[in-house]
């Protein structure tokens, strides 16, 4: 069975800050790794996913996540964050065969402080 | 493309009322729909797989008749909330994966929000 865990469920950062969300999931077989962003009373926007190749993974509003096969881990990172960025982020993994359903972990609210 | 919108996005019921929630996806066909239900300040909890033309595959514990799922075109599904309680209250969430990508990506709904008085 497969499982996520995001080690982090308030990350509070100052504005301009770099941060870095953790996310570490278990599977027995290949998986799609993603991470979505949801603001208040929205749906789920899709930030970056990882399907194969390169490790590094960029993604929408300077968002990028390395996948680290040894250590299980997908951790979402922005160099320098914004108000705007305040958010519920969830990270969730798919087995990679076609019927494969969205595990998701249960969420970090990223907490974006002038 | 890819966008899947929620009708309605909120709606007030009495308790034991029915409230019907569509799902659509507005620019490719979905053979695949899926609805999730999230509680505040929780994480997304898949409650059903909704194949077109067939029936929908529940997760476990969640009613099957109390939650009536229909997914009766390639671009529609319901979710039929049957005699709500508040305990139902919640935002309910769909998901459609578009069969013309490889490898079958998903696209989320805004979302409906669901309160029962």
């Known amino acids: 069975a497969q499982s996520v865990t995001q080690l982090d469920s308030q990350v509070p950062v100052f504005e301009e800050a770099p941060v870095e969300l953790r996310c570490n999931y278990s599977?027995?077989?290949?998986?799609?790794l993603f991470w979505y962003v949801q603001y208040p009373n929205q749906g789920l926007q899709l930030l970056l996913k990882?399907?194969?190749?390169?490790?590094l993974v960029k993604g929408i509003n300077g968002f990028e996540a390395e996948f680290n096969k040894s250590q299980t881990s997908f951790h979402l990172r922005k160099p320098s964050v914004h108000i705007s960025d305040t958010a519920e982020y969830f990270c969730?993994?798919?087995?990679?065969?076609?019927?494969?359903?969205?595990?998701f972990g249960q969420g970090t609210e990223l907490s974006v402080k002038p | 493309g890819a966008v899947v919108s929620q009708h309605p996005s909120w709606v007030i019921c009495k308790s034991g009322t029915s409230v019907k929630i569509e799902c659509r996806s507005l620019?490719?066909?979905?053979?695949?729909m899926f609805w999730y239900r999230q509680f505040p300040k929780q994480s997304l909890m898949l409650m059903a797989t909704?194949?077109?033309?067939?029936?929908?595959?529940?997760e476990q514990g969640v009613e099957k008749d109390k939650f009536l799922i229909n997914h009766a075109s390639l671009t529609l599904s319901t979710l039929t909330v049957t005699s709500a309680h508040p305990e139902d209250s919640s935002f309910y969430i769909c998901?459609?994966?578009?069969?013309?990508?490889?490898?079958?990506?998903?696209?989320f709904g805004p979302g409906t929000r669901l309160t029962v008085l």
């Open positions: 990882y399907l194969s190749g390169s490790t």
């Open positions: 969730a993994v798919r087995q990679s065969h076609q019927g494969g359903k969205l595990i």
């Open positions: 998901s459609a994966r578009n069969r013309d990508r490889a490898y079958n990506e998903q696209f």
């Open positions: 599977s027995s077989v290949s998986v799609y």
């Open positions: 620019d490719f066909q979905a053979t695949t």
């Open positions: 909704s194949n077109e033309g067939s029936k929908a595959t529940y």
